[in-house]
């Protein structure tokens, strides 16, 4: 019996080339209707589609380029049609969203597949801080693959794919589901945690939502509902910061971000009267995990011209040696550097304690902050209150004159809102209820905000 295999012809040929694959139906999900139109789809190696689908289309209206692997190796091929496409989206200002789902480089290439790294990674960082880019790991990401989703903007991860630099079976530490998607969530590398690839999908949706296309466009305004449960006027209570956060944004709109890491820190995005903002919520004292979640977030909103709000309830930071060894101080001052250093519209409203470096970095008129409120009973201090009367009053401490009695003199006299606000620190006391309206306000002002920088390459910040 003859094995002669029959010649395909040519509309085979192309169904062939064309028949929906993993990587194409993720696509679809992404895209609204799920329709899209796909690059170089004939690309191929040993005879054999090459694993990647590269394509453009829109998400919410708007266009984007994305890329989905099919589970192969990455070489020299793969890379350069991922490398068109972010070519492409350099030259059309529209954001990236890459789907990962790779064993790792096609070692059978040797060097030839690092150097493929090397020119996509490249491009990542080349196009960082011009267009939004999102990671969408849904499937493995290994090696120098994670390295290349860690540098996108914003990673997003289906909760059975995996994640690690290292593979699990070579690392010497002892660490339950490494390489997992806890556990990239609990280190601060993966943002959002999603159910489903779907599910993970709508979040990158609803992400593009809040982004511009690029950092000289922006964000057009989007339909909104007011808060669902407002702040009474005369509720001093210190809820958390999702709460508060949810009193204050549009209706539903809010999209946390790393929400399992570094908790005495919130980081979020929705809308103020329909105005994409970004939402930093801050409780306790900080530790060196929540000053580079927080820097996360400003540091993104900045590039893309996105206002931050800050909320702040903060009794300074961790006070501990092993704080210090762990390079707090570092990240601390790489806090206050990047809110600095930021130009977009930066609002503060200080909700409890705002005592020493912590006011400084988050709310402080001088180096951060275009508008800062507080609330009547909140306290701004250089040191905690009852540190600074030991230091300041030891000597009045009598039986006629108790240390509580003093501590609430400095509580009213010093470290009041009325006193910052007489001092010219504050630009407003409101009532809780008030704070919607006032951040409504404040930044309908700062939308034409522009500041000219010193020219420079770059800003060196603590590393």
Known sequence: ???????????????????????????????????????????????????????????????????????????????????????????????????????????????????AYGEILLRINNLSGVVPQIALVLGGCTGISAMLACSADFVVMDKSANFFMTPPALSEDEVENVGSAENAASAGVAHIVAETDRQACEYVRKLLAYLPGNNLSTTPPLGYTVPEAELSPGNYEQPEPASLAASIVDGGSLIELMD???????????????????????????????????????????????????????????????????????????????????????????????????????????????????????????????????????????AKRSRESILQDYLADVASPLAAAKAGYLDDVVLPGSTRAALISALELLRSKRVHKNPKKHSNLPM
């Open 1 to 115: 019996m003859s094995s002669h295999k029959e010649p395909q012809s040519f509309q085979q040929a192309i169904e062939a080339y064309l028949a929906p694959t993993t990587a194409r139906q993720r696509l679809g999900m992404l895209f609204d209707t799920g329709a899209f139109v796909e690059l170089d789809p004939y690309c191929s190696v040993d005879e054999e589609l090459c694993g990647v689908v590269c394509a453009h289309g829109s998400v919410n209206g708007n266009p984007v380029c994305a890329f989905a692997q099919e589970g192969g190796g990455l070489g020299k091929i793969q890379a350069a049609k991922i490398a068109k496409l972010y070519d492409l989206a350099l030259k059309t200002g529209v954001p990236v969203v890459g789907v990962y789902d790779s064993v790792g480089a096609r070692v059978s290439e040797g060097i030839t597949a690092l150097e």
């Open 260 to 398: 399992v890491f570094a908790p005495s820190a919130y980081t979020a995005f929705g809308t103020l009267n329909g105005t994409p903002v970004g939402v930093v919520g801050t409780k306790d004292r900080l530790d060196a995990d929540c000053c580079a979640k927080i820097a996360k977030i400003v540091t993104v909103c900045d590039a893309f011209q996105i206002p931050v709000i800050t909320l702040v309830n903060a009794a300074g930071f961790v006070p501990s040696a092993k704080a210090e060894l762990c390079g707090s101080v570092r990240e601390m001052a790489k806090l206050g550097h990047v809110y600095a250093e930021a130009t977009t519209p930066k609002a503060a409203v200080i909700t409890g304690k705002a005592y020493g470096a912590a006011y400084v970095a988050l709310a402080g008129r001088a180096a951060n902050s275009d508008y800062t409120i507080a609330w009547p009973d909140a306290i701004i201090s250089a040191l905690e209150p009852q540190t600074a009367v030991a230091f300041i009053h030891a000597d009045e401490i009598s």
